[in-house]
């Protein structure tokens, strides 16, 4: 393939409930969406970033830029184009994996396209459809965190991962176990927000029998992961630690990690997210796939990520719906608790004209 061009797009998707971390509240999704434009095929990629670098390095208006900058210009230069070629000439530019996991995919997305293939086939699916779970942010009371888990509980997900810090961890848990029993799949999503002196505290989950803790712990303190692991009975999990298959291979290795959390914008693309999901079979480490509240773009491609044989846990991957009120794409939609994997060529789902065209706050196009 020959790039003729790249459309940065950025649209702004109001969230159906404000969702609370440990690291801020997000409100409105300020997407920036990626489209390629090839002589054979259109491709489309979503880029993660978050309005506001509170969750990683990376944040929307920046991923815009070192795509304009750097990004974008380093494809056009290229005489001839395949999307595993993508990861190779974007290198000389360090970081900004989320910038390079939007082209990357939306490079890969006009591949697949042109060639009648979907992303499902291409990175190794092997179910039709996903068991999903649903990821609760932090709530201002008890009985708003309960109502929101009955209603989840109700639409039928199948695992709930609760938000916590400190100030809210083993009572929302206990609270959460005490009203729907043991058998809920449940797991805890910490981001960061403790250290190790908090092991104690951490161990005070131990009775309630979690599927998981993610990253508790400083992103950089992988070792401080494995010390935690030692101390307590929880998996420990990691998500923002993982930035490549080196560090999933190097965190597995040092016995900091027990489960991984696959993000595909958060690793650099699908390719390497695929790299990582091998390196966690390699070694018997169960891996589900991440979610950043995506659009149903990068939903449809995370959907194809947890089909995989090694993502043996249900993912937050939830239905369009959880996020927004009108998503970009048809809407995904739960059934008995699954999502269904697109099979059509590339994403296998295309934006709404019109709900693009509604919710789109400006364009930029590059051309060499
Ligand atoms: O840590 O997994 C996380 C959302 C934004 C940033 C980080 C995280 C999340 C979620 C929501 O937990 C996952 C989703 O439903 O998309
Ligand atoms: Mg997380």
């Known amino acids: ?145 309960l109502d929101a888990v009955t209603g989840y509980l109700a639409e039928g997900y199948l695992r709930i991962k609760l938000k916590i810090e400190p100030g809210w961890d083993v009572e929302p848990v206990r609270a959460v176990r005490e009203r729907f029993g043991d058998e809920v799949l449940l797991q805890v999503d910490a981001n960061t927000a403790y250290t190790l002196a908090d092991a104690r505290q951490l161990g005070r989950l131990d009775p309630f029998g979690l599927l998981l803790i993610e990253q508790p712990l400083d992103e950089e303190d992988v070792l401080g992961h494995a010390e935690l692991a030692a101390r307590i009975a929880t998996p420990v999990c990691l998500d923002e630690s993982i930035t490549s298959a ?5 965190a597995i290795r040092l016995g900091a ?21 091998d390196v966690a079979a390699a070694h018997g480490i169960p891996a589900w796939c991440g979610g950043m509240l995506e659009t149903g773009l990068g939903r449809a491609a995370n959907v194809a990520l947890a089909a995989l044989p090694g993502c043996t846990l249900p993912g937050d991957t939830s239905a369009s719906g959880r996020y927004f009120a009108t998503d970009l794409t048809e809407p995904f939609v739960l059934r008995d608790g699954h999502l ?6 590339g994403l296998g789902v295309d934006p709404l004209p019109g709900v693009l065209r509604e919710t789109t706050k400006a364009t930029d196009w590059i051309s060499g």
């Open 1 to 145: 393939m020959r790039l003729s061009g790249v459309e940065l797009r950025r649209v702004e998707l109001p969230l159906v409930a404000p969702f609370r971390t440990s690291f801020g509240t997000e409100t409105v999704r300020d997407v920036l969406l990626v489209r390629v434009v090839t002589g054979a095929a259109e491709g489309w990629g979503e880029c993660v970033a978050l309005a506001d670098p509170l969750y990683s390095p990376e944040y929307v208006e920046g991923a815009a830029d070192v795509l304009r900058r750097y990004l974008v210009p380093a494809l056009l230069g290229a005489p001839r184009l395949t999307a595993a070629m993508v990861a190779g000439l974007l290198a000389p530019y360090k970081g900004h994996r989320m910038a390079k996991a939007a082209l990357e995919t939306a490079v890969l997305d006009a591949e697949l396209r042109a060639a009648g293939r979907s992303f499902a086939r291409e990175l190794g699916a092997v179910r039709e459809r996903v068991p999903c779970g649903v990821s609760v942010g932090i709530m201002d009371s008890v009985p708003e965190l």
């Open 246 to 250: 080196r560090t999933a291979a190097a």
């Open 257 to 277: 990690c027990a489960v991984i959390n696959i993000k595909p914008g958060r690793v650099g693309g699908y390719l390497e997210a695929r790299r990582i999901h």
């Open 340 to 345: 269904a994997v697109p099979q059509g060529p």
